[in-house]
T-cell receptor
């Protein structure tokens, strides 16, 4: 079955520290992977997608097919990065399958 | 265009009642999705439409749930004979498979603010 796993429910770091939010998926084909973010009192929105290979707000994510992972990284976390982060996967269907999310808190 | 709009934002109902939610997508988007989210969980796929055609439904979706998109614009999600387990946030999202005249499904979903259902 297609599945996305985000092992950390909560992640807390200090401002300026590196942050890595983990995401693993299970799918035998070639997936498309995304990170969505939900800031406090805002709607869920796309942060980045693996096919774009872009850095958004200092975040990057690399698809590792060998490890079936798509971890989200930022070298220096900022307080405004505090939010819920959802890894999402699309494979063999047009629907997006979301992980349970990781709540990131960046402390001053 | 203010983005994806959902109504009502909050609904409290008694068990056994029927409820209906409406979603107005971004006007040029041909795809519309319904998701459900409960506390501590990520959005769970329910169904999606391309124009007026309902192309996929979750196997988890009970027969009490029905969704329509009659003219390929707005959509409604009806839950009949509500149960306490139906209490959740119901999210609508839209997307486009066309960009500047080309088939370019970017996979980006634009979400509404959600309709929160509480079943007493």
């Amino acid at each position: 079955a297609q599945r996305v796993t985000q092992p950390e429910k909560l992640l807390s770091v200090f401002k300026g520290a590196p942050v890595e939010l983990k995401c693993n998926y299970s799918y035998s084909g070639s997936p498309e992977l995304f990170w969505y973010v939900q800031y406090s009192r805002q709607r869920l929105q796309l942060l980045l997608r693996h096919i774009s290979r872009e850095s958004i707000k200092g975040f990057t994510a690399d698809l590792n097919k060998g490890e079936t992972s798509f971890h989200l990284k930022k070298p220096f976390a900022q307080e405004e990065d505090s939010a819920m982060y959802y890894c999402a996967f699309q494979g063999g269907s047009e629907k997006l399958v979301f992980g349970k999310g990781t709540k990131l808190t960046v402390n001053p | 265009d203010t983005g994806v709009s959902q109504n009502p934002r909050h609904k409290i109902t008694k068990r056994g009642q029927n409820v209906t939610f409406r979603c107005d997508p971004i006007s040029e988007h041909n795809r519309l999705y319904w998701y459900r989210q409960t506390l501590g969980q990520g959005p769970e796929f329910l169904t999606y439409f391309q124009n007026e055609a309902q192309l996929e439904k979750s196997r988890l979706l009970s027969d009490r749930f029905s969704a329509e998109r009659p003219k390929g614009s707005f959509s409604t999600l009806e839950i009949q004979r509500t149960e306490q387990g139906d209490s959740a946030m119901y999210l609508c999202a839209s997307s486009s498979t066309v960009f500047k005249g080309y088939d370019a499904n970017t996979g980006e979903l634009f979400f509404g603010e959600g309709s929160r259902l509480t079943v007493l």
